[in-house]
């Protein structure tokens, strides 16, 4: 690794014995991992009218909203396949044919192979799995000893590694036969694990020194993943990330972007809704006035919401209300489903100002093939 995050890298190693590659905690301290096929589990009750309700069943994974895929939406998603394929590199990297700051970036990489994955595609499996596996390749060519996921053009590591590490995990959960694969999630999960801070947050940088929702946000979903697929995770290490996301919650509802006072805004207001989901909390007021803020500040359609990390909101916005189903999908989904589809270029991508169109190409078709349920991550 050649990157200018090598020197703290190494200092980084060098003091983390206790979460050093290939070791896992003592079972006593860990969530223990769910098929994602899992049927619900159903609690007695003399009251069925007051039981509470199982999140699964809750969901819009069991509860799709009327007419959810349409023929435009196909159509849409094969043209931004196309594009995307067009912009990944020899390497197997994907981003803009490896121009600009994130030309060759393990975070973008692992967004775009998760669109193909979207639609059921996977190494050996499917019209597009040669590119998930050459994303992989891409990915599993930059994971360090010290278990951070990064290529040199990285800005703000921890950023990319929590994506890589998503899929890294999604690829074990759906397809466990290439041991690279977990021995690379390993170790990526023990250094989220050991750069946790004292508030319980994550930063740009794998040091244990800051925090930021945003950040946090991505290794919050990492770990879900990893978890999922059979990887052993700290219960202490989630209750602290979740304690974390809370105190950033203002009282509009909305999330603010550190502990310190601020303002919120609707982007990480859906990551922060949707991380509380993937940390096991359903039913709490977090959650309601989240999506409350949400519905109020940047329902599509309604009202103009800032465009600033608009594809990272929506990103995370239609994960929340997937996750919270009912009435919150039915009236999120096709907003947004129909707003992406305007959006689309002539070449078949989407385009970001700052980060490119590989990088909104990628977030669009995630959020556009949530109906057809691939993904363990969006599996409850």
Request: charged content about 20%; proline content about 5%.
């Amino acid at each position: 690794m050649t990157s200018r995050y090598i020197a703290m890298v190494i200092a980084l190693a060098l003091g983390m014995a206790a979460v050093a590659s290939g070791q896992t905690p003592a079972d006593d301290e860990v969530v223990a991992a769910a098929p994602a096929d899992a049927p619900p589990v159903q609690q007695a009750t003399d009251e069925p009218e007051t039981a509470p309700i199982d999140p699964v069943s809750r969901s819009a994974q069991n509860n799709p909203a009327q007419g959810e895929m349409t023929a435009a939406l196909h159509n849409a998603v094969a043209r931004g396949f196309a594009y995307l394929k067009g912009q990944q590199n020899a390497d197997g990297s994907v981003g803009d044919r490896g121009r600009g700051r994130y030309g060759k970036h393990v975070g973008i990489t692992s967004l775009c192979a998760l669109a193909f994955m979207s639609d059921g595609h996977l190494p050996g499996r499917g019209d597009h799995g040669e590119q998930v596996q050459r994303a992989l390749e891409f990915v599993l060519a930059h994971s360090t000893e010290t278990g951070l996921l990064a290529a040199d053009t990285s800005h703000g590591p921890m950023y990319g590694h929590g994506f890589a590490t998503l899929f890294l995990g999604e690829i074990y959960g759906m397809s466990s036969q290439d041991k690279r694969v977990r021995d690379a999630l390993v170790r990526a999960v023990d250094l989220i694990i050991g750069t946790q801070n004292d508030e319980g947050g994550w930063r740009y940088n794998p040091l244990p020194y800051d925090a930021d929702i945003s950040v946090t946000i991505c290794q919050i979903m990492a770990l879900r993943s990893a978890r999922n697929a059979g990887i052993k995770v700290p219960r202490q290490t989630i209750d602290r990330a979740v304690s974390y996301v809370r105190r950033c919650q203002n009282a509009d509802g909305g999330f603010k972007y550190m502990l310190q006072a601020g303002g919120s805004a609707w982007p990480r207001t859906a990551g922060g809704v949707a991380s509380l989901f993937y940390a096991g909390v359903y039913d709490d007021d977090s959650i309601k006035q989240g999506l409350d803020y949400l519905t109020r500040s940047a329902l599509p359609g309604r009202r103009a919401a800032g465009q600033a990390h608009y594809y990272y909101g929506h990103y995370y916005a239609v994960q929340a209300m997937y996750l919270a189903g009912g009435e919150d999908w039915d009236r999120w989904w096709p907003a947004i489903r129909d707003e992406l589809l305007s959006k689309q270029a002539s070449n078949g991508g989407w385009l970001d100002h700052h980060a490119g169109g590989a990088y909104a190409t990628a977030m669009s078709l995630i959020i556009l093939q949530m109906p057809k349920r691939y993904l363990p991550i969006f599996q409850r």
